[in-house]
């Protein structure tokens, strides 16, 4: 039972079958250090699509393998094709995050190795997708939400359904697996309160095992 004084962070709510939401989970405070470590040797970059469009939010990645796009298409790729060597470690704060919400959720061999690092502007937004280039989809993806605040669209199995919208804060954190691993999803653009650091810019994690 949650009341005035029970500490939300130990909580998690499942906001649909197999979609789960840890509410203050961490903060952009707790974790700076270790973005910047990735994103000083990894800066985020636009990709190009397979269709030679630029990508409107920019990316990096650290972890064994890394999520490309091209246009010759998607990957995981084991190098950053900016600088052709290894992306760099995920830092342990990362890793322990995605496992410790994950088990929550009861996935007890989840292991990430990859993590791919989304940086949106103000007024950016990302289209209704799956994430289906992962070899096991027994394992669930874990997303961790940094700076400002954003709209997030669950769309379910058609991207044409009505999408149910969910607020995501800083330090919020959500897992995806199971039922749910393969459904469509979006996010708005970046709203509400500018954040104390990122001020109107907002970063997602997605842990991955692949
Ligand atoms: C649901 N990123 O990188 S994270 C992505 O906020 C992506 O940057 C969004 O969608 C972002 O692919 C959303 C939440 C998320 C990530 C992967 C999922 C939700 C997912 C995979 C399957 C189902
Ligand atoms: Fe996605």
């Known amino acids: 039972m949650s009341d005035l004084f029970t500490d939300s962070a130990n909580e998690i709510e499942e906001i649909q079958q197999d979609v789960y939401i840890l509410r203050s989970f961490t903060s952009y405070d707790s974790l700076i250090a270790d973005v910047k470590a990735v994103t000083t040797v990894a800066p985020f970059r636009f990709m190009y699509t397979p269709g030679g469009k630029k990508l409107n939010i920019s990316m990096t990645n650290c972890g064994d393998l890394g999520w ?10 084991a190098k950053d094709p900016t600088s052709n060597e290894p992306w760099p470690t995920m830092p ?30 103000q007024g950016r937004e990302l289209t209704a997708h799956q994430d289906k280039n992962e070899p096991d989809l027994s394992q669930p993806i874990v997303s961790v939400s940094l700076g400002m605040s954003a709209r997030f669209q669950i769309y379910g199995d058609s991207r044409n359904n009505k999408a149910l919208e969910i607020e995501l804060y800083d330090g919020d954190v959500m897992v995806w697996g199971r039922s749910a691993r393969l459904i469509y999803h979006g996010v708005k653009t970046n709203r509400g309160i500018p954040h104390p650091i990122l001020g109107d810019h907002r970063i997602n994690l997605t842990m991955r095992m692949v």
């Open 68 to 77: 490309v796009s091209e246009p010759s298409g998607y990957r995981y790729a």
């Open 92 to 121: 342990h704060s990362f890793k322990r995050l995605a496992i410790k919400a994950a088990n929550k959720a009861l996935f007890n061999d989840f292991n990430p190795n990859a993590c791919l690092i989304n940086h949106y502007k």
